[in-house]
């Protein structure tokens, strides 16, 4: 089983429902008790790695299972006083903004408080819709991901508005939509992540640029970095480059 369960279209974190379910089980009236919210502020509302998807997920709780007596209210209001952090910040703007559903966030809090002590004119929030908009519209270098998908399925060139144009982005919508997405780490930190890191070039300078990793899933040996300038005084940009080995399945 995955970690999200997806329902609707939505995505859930399988483990919080998983765990309510264990609380379910068992009782005759099928309702969870006052004890059991309190667990599940504990484990879930409380925890280090709270996420969007986890107050999504905690709000159809609230909205489909069965309380007792005040269970149901007071932990609404525990789930409403906790505060939206960075990384839940994240996912509302990669998910909910702009709408890729599936795409997996690799962003590692230690990677991001170090690079927030740069000169940042454009801020990490923007950085992040600035290059997953790259992603899918950029076409000024040769190896862009538009331009190597548009290869690859064999599109015509500057067709803007017609009926290839339409097919190649939702080839891009759903490539990005079963990516991984990363925050790149400058080189003194690039071994607590995967290896394809290593292998960012010279235009993707840390200090100078926000610098944003892609893995496809269809496209194994293939690594993309969009570059966003810290200071905005250029323009983002994204290419690619085949690499000695696959990152996905290579194990």
């Not at 399988?14 to 008790?33: E, N, Y």
Request: include cysteine; aromatic fraction near 12%; charge should be negative.
């Amino acid at each position: 089983m995955g970690y999200y369960q997806y329902i609707d279209g939505r995505k859930y974190d399988r483990s919080i429902l998983d765990a309510v379910q264990a609380l379910l089980d068992g009782k005759s009236k099928g309702a969870l008790s006052a004890r059991d919210a309190a667990k599940i502020k504990q484990y879930f509302i409380d925890a280090p790695d709270f996420s969007a998807t986890s107050r999504r997920t905690i709000q159809r709780i609230l909205e489909t299972s069965r309380f007792a007596a005040d269970a149901r209210p007071w932990l609404k209001e525990q789930l409403d006083a906790k505060p939206v952090n960075w990384y839940e910040s994240l996912e509302r703007i990669v998910e909910e903004e702009l709408g890729f559903h599936h795409l997996n966030i690799n962003v590692k809090a230690e990677i991001l408080s170090h690079q927030l002590k740069f000169k940042n004119t454009t801020n990490f929030e923007d950085a992040v819709r600035l290059a997953l908009k790259n992603f899918t519209l950029y076409a000024g270098h040769e190896q862009s991901l538009r331009n190597v998908l548009q290869n690859l399925y064999g599109f015509e060139a500057g067709t803007n508005g017609t009926t290839d144009d339409g097919l190649l982005e939702g080839i891009l919508s759903d490539h990005l939509n079963h990516a991984e997405f990363c925050l790149v780490p400058p080189a003194a930190q690039t071994p607590v992540l995967p290896d394809y890191h290593r292998y960012a070039p010279d235009e993707a300078t840390i200090p100078s640029n926000w610098v944003f990793g892609l893995l496809l899933h269809e496209l194994p040996n293939w690594y993309f970095w969009a570059v966003i300038d810290r200071e905005h005084l250029q323009d983002p940009f994204n290419f690619g480059k085949i690499q000695p080995s696959p990152a996905w399945g290579s194990n």
